[in-house]
């Protein structure tokens, strides 16, 4: 894998595990990790004030900045689950490898009560999030991993073997 390019971009629903599953990804493969909105946030503030303040194409437009910046970095890299909307976004991961982390609506539950995602405002609003977007998710990855049931470490120990056995080929 060349330096200059992600290791694996992790896309796909909020609450899959983007987060938590690409920092045991990158500790297993002893590569940095980025978090695409952990930036954000560390530059501009919380995400849902950005929301409030800015509206989300002012994030979109945020989003896309750290994404393009991320995305020419040798890491594990952790998107939002929103970012692959963006078509230049699109465009680049077309020849980056990717993985999509998918949840089943039942197991997301538990996952977003209490949530503060600004548009994750309950399971219902949820799923037609996820609906209009699985078509991009599926096009745009190379493999899809469910986390609905399977504990956090099999789950990277997997990811992890798939993506040796692919880049060794
Ligand atoms: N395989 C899993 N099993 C149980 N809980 C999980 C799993 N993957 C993620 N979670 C939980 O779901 C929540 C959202 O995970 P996160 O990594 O922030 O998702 P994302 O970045 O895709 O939105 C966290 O509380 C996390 O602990
Ligand atoms: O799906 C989305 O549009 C969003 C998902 C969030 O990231 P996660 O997918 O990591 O939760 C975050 O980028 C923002 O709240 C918007
Ligand atoms: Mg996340």
Same mark, same amino acid.
């Given at each position: ?6 290791? *694996? *971009? ?22 940095? =990790? ?8 560390? &530059? ?5 004030? @950005? =929301? ?6 002012? =994030? ?12 020419? &970095?040798? $890491? ?17 991961? $077309? ?6 982390? !998918?949840?089943?609506? &039942?197991?997301? $539950? ?9 548009? *994750? ?9 996820? $609906? ?12 899809? =991993?469910?986390?609905? !049931? ?10 992890? !073997?798939? @993506? ?6």
């Amino acid at each position: 894998m060349p330096d200059d390019l992600p290791v *694996v *971009v992790l896309i796909g629903a909020p609450g899959a595990g983007k987060t938590r599953l690409g920092k045991r990804i990158a500790r297993l493969l002893d590569v940095p =990790f980025i978090d695409t909105d952990k930036r954000i946030v560390a &530059e501009h503030g919380p995400i849902a004030q @950005i =929301f409030e303040e800015h509206g989300e194409p002012r =994030f979109r437009q945020i989003e896309r900045e750290h994404v393009a910046r991320a995305l020419g &970095e040798h $890491a594990v890299v952790a998107l939002g689950g929103g970012a692959v909307l963006d078509e230049d976004t699109q465009r680049d991961l $077309a020849d980056r490898l990717v993985v999509q982390l !998918s949840v089943s609506a &039942e197991a997301v $539950a538990k996952r977003i009560s209490g949530d503060r995602r600004p548009l *994750v405002t309950g399971v219902d609003a949820w799923s037609a999030l996820v $609906a209009t977007r699985r078509p991009v998710y599926d096009r745009l990855a190379d493999r899809t =991993f469910d986390t609905s !049931s399977l504990p956090l470490d099999r789950i990277a120990a997997d990811v992890v !073997s798939w @993506i040796q056995e692919t880049t060794n080929d």
